[in-house]
């Protein structure tokens, strides 16, 4: 049997053997929209919860735009062009606008990435900068949440009248989804907010984990984070298997993103009837597999639908090796997954750590595999010795020992992938 993956630019071909029961797993979607450009304006026009975006943007004379990095495939070439129309017909001039590329602790985008993101004619036309979390003077201090996070956003992003986020929505692997409030925080904040909300505190915590979102604390504190930067409106869409937009959700961040997670949970998620002996997933290809530290997203998904002790094995180029230097010496010097957990409460927390922290708790439930053939096995630190450098091998490593008959979900689209096994 063969299932194409996703895996880099152009995919990969997963060939497996005869003898076990296989299940491609594939989130549901909603169909894509017939004229995305009318959803678009029609939802600028009359948004979710608050006035339209032209009646926002109105006696404003700046605004500010967070869009998402190059690891998103965020159709922001779409859904830039009719929301900047609106901004100018209501008195913001070109040069009053400022499009932040919302990186977190992300790498900054090159200018052949910047024209990927934005599209090359927004490139030239408008300011397009990055996102610096590393410089804190480069931040206004907004004061501290509820559970004492200190809260600092950039500066570029808070000095506008109007502060608008551009992003799309799906399973996030701490934050239940992505999208809304994502853009100000982490996407905009300075490292030592960053690094508060990636802390065990809120890593550890059951709910804190993909298509979570009633009673998940950390989102409820990036809800918090974002009204103190005075969030004024979002563009959210939901995206088909093949990146086209299935829904647009404009309007109060808060409400508007609630609509999109709803859409999403109510059109997408695949239930499936019993978990899984074992599973092949990816960590969804070009952008998101770029680097190790995003790769590892890809154990996620298949978490939920592993049974306890079964294998997982993900397939990630890596084209551009492992990740931030942060991340790299952590896990050069990854001892084992409890050893790591129990090492993270004995230190402040560190740029990064948290990616392994979440890799760590799942591989304490799982037996974790890794086809990186950009990344060595000296990089890996422990982690080496379930690393592959031949896909044939990496295949016969997750199906060992295995009975005949067992049941192996194959995932092409790990962290795009929503799916539950055992439910209704």
Not at 63 to 86: E, F
């Amino acid at each position: 049997m063969k299932t194409h993956f996703s895996f880099g630019k152009n995919g990969i071909e997963v060939s497996v053997p005869d003898g076990y029961e296989y299940q491609v797993v594939r989130s549901r979607s909603a169909s894509a929209l017939k004229d995305e450009a009318a959803a678009l304006e029609m939802a600028l026009d009359h948004p979710i919860g608050c006035k339209s975006l032209a009646g926002l943007a109105t006696g404003k004379r700046s605004a500010a735009i967070s869009v998402c990095d190059i690891t998103r495939p965020a159709p922001n070439a779409i859904t830039l062009p009719p929301l900047l129309r609106r901004l100018h017909q209501a008195g913001i001039p070109a040069d009053g606008i400022t499009i932040l590329i919302a990186t977190g602790l992300h790498r900054a985008a090159t200018r052949e990435e910047v024209d990927r993101i934005v599209g090359p004619e927004i490139a030239v036309a408008y300011r397009v900068v990055n996102h610096d979390a590393r410089d804190l003077a480069g931040h206004r201090r907004l004061g501290a949440t509820g559970r004492e996070t200190p809260v600092y956003i950039d500066e570029r992003f808070m000095a506008a009248d109007l502060h608008i986020t551009l992003g799309f929505v799906e399973p996030h692997m701490m934050l239940g989804f992505s999208g809304g409030r994502k853009l100000v925080a982490p996407g905009l904040a300075a490292q030592e907010t960053i690094k508060a909300i990636h802390s065990p505190r809120f890593m550890r915590e059951p709910l804190s984990t993909e298509g979570s979102i009633k009673g998940n604390p950390m989102h409820e504190e990036l809800l918090e984070i974002a009204s103190l930067a005075r969030h004024d409106f979002i563009v959210d869409v939901t995206l088909t298997r093949d990146r086209r937009i299935s829904g647009v959700f404009a309007g109060d961040p808060v409400r508007a993103h609630a609509a999109a997670v709803e859409f999403l949970e109510e059109t997408s998620l695949e239930k499936l009837p019993e978990f899984a002996d074992a599973a092949i997933t990816s960590a969804a290809g070009y952008p998101l597999d770029l680097t190790f530290y995003q790769t590892v997203k890809g154990f996620m998904a298949a978490d939920h639908f592993v049974k306890p002790g079964g294998r997982i094995l993900v397939l990630g180029e890596c084209a551009e090796g492992i990740g931030s230097p942060e991340f790299t010496l952590q896990l050069a010097r990854y001892g084992g997954h409890q050893r790591y957990l129990d090492a993270l409460l004995k230190h402040e927390v560190e740029v990064d750590q948290w990616q392994l922290e979440k890799l760590a708790l799942i591989g304490l439930k799982h037996e974790l595999l890794f086809y990186t053939p950009r990344v060595s096995k000296t990089q890996m630190g422990s982690l080496g010795a379930k690393a592959f450098d031949d896909l044939s091998e990496a295949i016969a490593a997750v199906l060992d020992g295995l009975p005949a008959g067992a049941l192996v979900a194959l995932v092409p689209e790990g962290p795009y992938t929503y799916a539950r096994a055992g439910v209704s």
